[in-house]
């Protein structure tokens, strides 16, 4: 086992792992801008390095600063957690040429699966069941005529580069089409230098349902069931539940199987979550992330696993040690994103919290890294914290989130508590009857 590790992270992320190494007797090192010298995962690190000025491009991404922090404090292992680094193949080889370990999938899983063309083409192959759509990049807009017409309308045209739902238009008929390739183009070229696009059938009221897979370096791939990430705004998540109100156990044991097998296949280590659309009863694969991701902890509390402590074992080599038959699940969690944002506008509100009081009591879990005289800085994504509640039923879950959500007090910046108030104690919410569709219309509505 490491006896060191850098994260390559801040926020609660970055607490997030610490909390893990922490507990597994691994030294942690922590390494910031200068705009978060006072944050909390820097505190209560071991180490500490500054690599850089606050813009993420001469700090958080700035590859040779995070190795050189690595060599001289000693650390062996690197965990990237989510966004800034965790899905760029070229840092999971250099850290890896660098002798270090690189805690996540090999740089060549990584670089398949980001590119989504790649990825669709690979899980095809696989056995995973896609969107129907075009076979790869579309060179032309008569080539997308074509292929429109045969999958028919509407159509999604999508940035093969794609990411937080940048670079994805919509045509619902052949008048738009024209329009709807050059915008999603011309965003993809502006958000990734790359505007290649591909198409796909335009689902009307589909799911998004993800499953957690993790790998071994022994041959040994799991899943630990699905998070039904619908509510998304702007194609962004903001509220996310294991299991899926949506999903009979018969369902997930089923896409459960065809996933790991899948995987096996492929030789996939570390975690890795597999993204659907589900519609009508049926899957159909979109894109894989190749790291942990934001909602892992509904998994881990339905579970009873601690997804870190895991990739932690599988990157030093250890085997799971567990098979598919000894996961079980129990109860419901929810967990609601909480962004420094205006609830209504979705307008990042940074700024100095003025009170923090975090919300307690029996199956609430608050992973967050603010504190009261904490300074949001605006140079980062405005999500300052995840509420976690996990509970035996899923209106029990309910409950017990509506009740952390009165209890939670942050001041001095605005956020999106109000927001998730309502969106608990909506019936069609609390039914459990929405697709990705349902937050837009929710957050449109007048109250
Ligand atoms: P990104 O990598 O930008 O997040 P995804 O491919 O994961 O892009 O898609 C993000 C979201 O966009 C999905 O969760 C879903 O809400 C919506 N979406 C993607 N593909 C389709 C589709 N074919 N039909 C309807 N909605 C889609």
């Known amino acids: 086992m490491f006896s060191k590790i850098l994260i390559a992270n801040r926020g609660e992320i970055a607490l997030r792992i610490l909390r893990a190494c922490r507990e597994m007797g691994i030294r942690t090192v922590a390494v910031h801008s200068t705009a978060d010298e006072s944050a909390m995962h820097v505190r209560l690190a071991d180490e500490a390095v500054c690599i850089g000025p606050p813009s993420a491009k001469d700090s958080y991404l700035n590859v040779a600063a995070i190795l050189s922090a690595a060599t001289i404090t000693g650390a062996e292992a690197i965990h990237p957690g989510y966004g800034f680094l965790s899905e760029n193949a070229d840092f999971a080889e250099t850290v890896e040429a660098h002798g270090l370990a690189f805690i996540g999938p090999t740089a060549e899983h990584i670089r398949t699966m980001g590119d989504k063309i790649t990825a669709k083409t690979t899980m095809q192959a696989l056995g995973v069941p896609l969107v129907p759509g075009s076979a790869g990049e579309l060179a032309t807009l008569d080539e997308a005529r074509d292929v429109a017409a045969h999958v028919g309308y509407p159509i999604l045209i999508k940035a093969t580069a794609g990411g937080g739902g940048r670079g994805m238009k919509v045509a619902h008929s052949e008048d738009e089409l024209a329009e709807a390739w050059s915008v999603a183009r011309t965003e993809a070229l502006a958000a990734f230098g790359n505007d290649a696009v591909y198409l796909e059938k335009y689902l009307d009221r589909p799911r998004h349902i993800e499953l957690q897979i993790l790998g071994d370096t022994h041959g040994n791939v799991v899943h630990f069931g699905e998070r039904d990430c619908s509510l998304q705004r702007r194609h962004q998540k903001l509220l996310e539940e294991a299991g899926s109100p949506a999903l009979s156990t018969k369902e997930r044991d089923a896409i459960g199987a065809t996933a790991t097998a899948a995987l096996a296949k492929l030789g996939y280590r570390n975690a ?122 899923r209106a029990a879950a309910i409950a017990r989130m509506q009740r952390a959500l009165d209890e939670i007090v942050v001041e001095g910046v605005k956020t999106v508590v109000p927001l998730h108030k309502r969106i608990l104690s909506d019936p069609e919410f609390q039914r459990g009857d929405y697709t990705i569709h349902w937050l837009e219309r929710f957050t449109s509505r007048k109250y």
């Not at 589900?278 to 979109?286: A, E, L, M, P, V």
């Not at 998994?299 to 895991?310: A, H, I, N, Q, W």
């Not at 919300?359 to 405005?382: C, E, H, K, N, Q």
């Open 272 to 393: 890795g979550t597999l993204e659907f659309l589900y519609q009508d009863g049926q899957f159909s694969f979109i894109e894989m992330n190749t790291r942990l991701q934001v909602e892992h902890p509904v998994t881990e509390m339905v579970c009873d696993v601690d997804l870190v402590r895991e990739q932690i074992r599988i990157a030093a080599g250890e085997e799971l040690g567990y098979s598919q038959s000894d996961i079980s699940f129990s109860g419901h969690a929810i967990e609601c994103r909480i962004n420094a944002e205006d609830p209504d506008t979705f307008i990042p509100s940074p700024g100095t919290i003025t009170v923090f009081h975090p919300p307690g009591g029996l199956g609430v879990r608050m992973d967050s890294a603010i504190y009261t005289g904490y300074r949001v800085p605006p140079f980062y994504d405005s999500m300052i914290g995840k509420l976690i509640v996990h509970a035996p039923t």
